[in-house]
C-alpha cells in the first residue's frame, strides 16, 4: 500500500491533534480539577426560602481573615442582600438560590457566572484581588423587570 506524502503529513497532523486534545482533556479533569457542572448539591423548597437558614437572614459574614461567605437570594426583580463591601483580596463564597423563576448571576469583570435556580443552591467562589465597585446582574431573563435586577459588590 502506498500512502502519498501529504496524505502522511495530515494523517501524522490529525493524530497529533488527537494526542494534544487528549493531553489537554486529561490535565483540566485529573491535574486541574476541572468537571462538568450539573451534580445536584444542597436543594431547598423555593416555596420556603425566606423561612428557612440560611437564607431567611441573606447577608454577608466573615468566616476567617479574608474569607466570607454571602448568602443571596436572587428574585424578581431584585438580589438580597442589596449591596455588600469586603476588603481587597477577600475570598467571597457566594451560596444562592431563588424563590420563584431561574434568574442569572454574573458579578461583571469576573468569571463568576451561574444560573440561580429554584430549588437548587448554587455555590461559587471568587477571590477579588482589584479594588472596585462590581455590578452583579442577573443574565436569564426573568420578566417584565429582568433588566432592572441588580446589585454592588464594593471591594475596598
Ligand atoms: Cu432575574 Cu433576569
Avoid at 479533569?29 to 476541572?34: D, Q, V
Avoid at 444562592?96 to 461559587?124: C, K, L, R, W, Y
Wanted: proline share 6%.
Amino acid at each position: 500500500m502506498h500512502f502519498h506524502k501529504y496524505e502522511k503529513i495530515w494523517l501524522g497532523f490529525g493524530l497529533s491533534m488527537l494526542v494534544v486534545f487528549l493531553l489537554v482533556l486529561g490535565v483540566g479533569a485529573f491535574a486541574m480539577g476541572t468537571a462538568p457542572p450539573g451534580h445536584h448539591g444542597v436543594q431547598v423548597d423555593p416555596e420556603k426560602v425566606e423561612q428557612i437558614a440560611p437564607f431567611n437572614k441573606p447577608g454577608l459574614h466573615k468566616v476567617r481573615d479574608n474569607e466570607y461567605e454571602a448568602i443571596m437570594v436572587g428574585k424578581i426583580f431584585s438580589y438580597l442582600p442589596s449591596a455588600m463591601t469586603v476588603p481587597v483580596g477577600a475570598t467571597v463564597h457566594f451560596s444562592i438560590t431563588s424563590p420563584d423563576v431561574v434568574h442569572g448571576f454574573q458579578i461583571v469583570g469576573t468569571n463568576v457566572n451561574a444560573m440561580v435556580v429554584p430549588g437548587e443552591v448554587n455555590n461559587i467562589s471568587h477571590k477579588f484581588t482589584k479594588a472596585g465597585t462590581y455590578l452583579i446582574l442577573c443574565n436569564e431573563y426573568c420578566g417584565s423587570g429582568h433588566e432592572f435586577m441588580a446589585t454592588t459588590i464594593t471591594v475596598q
